[in-house]
């Protein structure tokens, strides 16, 4: 799955981006003090977990690492997670239990699927690493061989011819 790198983003962008995190986080939940009981406690479940999510996706953003874009999936699905329950907590007795029961496996089947990603992409890049030292030791295997073949020509030959022959072959060969 290659894609192409983003474009690198300066400690200033980095930085004002953070703040902008921070000052949409701190609107929203100011929003949420109009409201009361449980209605506020979805609308801070909803802030907090849009600023958890938007501050990993920034750091995946500013530093490209498989780790960093599994956090960013795994911070959606604990947010997600976290509103769901919020919301489950409006119902009672067994529907309340099954809603919880529903909103924990949604919140499992996004992690695993997180997991999977990072473990796909981890071996994607370990088989890229094989194939790169797989055709790195092909190319030495034939320089190898190469240089056999023009080692064996100078030795036909004598004196200087032989010495700046060899010397030649060398160089061409990277075996000095």
């Known amino acids: 799955m290659a894609t192409a790198a983003p474009a690198a983003m300066s400690k200033e962008e980095h930085k004002a981006a953070k703040d902008r995190i921070e000052v949409d986080y701190k609107a929203a939940k100011a929003s949420c003090d109009s409201l009361s009981g449980n209605a506020k406690d979805i609308c801070v479940a909803e802030a907090k977990g849009k600023e958890k999510v938007a501050k990993a996706e920034l750091e995946a953003a ?12 795994v911070a959606k699905a ?30 499992t089947r996004a992690k695993a699927d ?20 797989a055709q790195r030791d092909a190319a030495e295997d034939k320089r190898d061989a190469d240089y056999a073949v023009a080692k064996a020509k100078c030795d036909t030959l004598a004196g200087d011819a032989k010495d700046r022959c060899i010397s030649d072959a060398k160089a061409r060969y990277g075996k000095q």
Do not use: F, L, Q
């Not at 500013?62 to 999936?73: F, H, L, M, S, V």
């Not at 997180?114 to 030292?133: L, M, P, Q, V």
């Open 62 to 73: 500013y530093k490209p690492t498989e780790k960093n874009r599994y956090d960013a999936r």
């Open 78 to 107: 604990e947010a997600d997670y976290a509103v769901a329950k919020e919301k489950c907590d409006d119902r009672a007795g067994d529907d309340k239990k099954i809603c919880m029961k529903e909103a924990k496996a949604v919140e």
């Open 114 to 133: 997180a997991k999977a990603n990072k473990k796909t992409a981890s071996a994607e890049t370990t088989a890229a690493k094989k194939s790169y030292d």
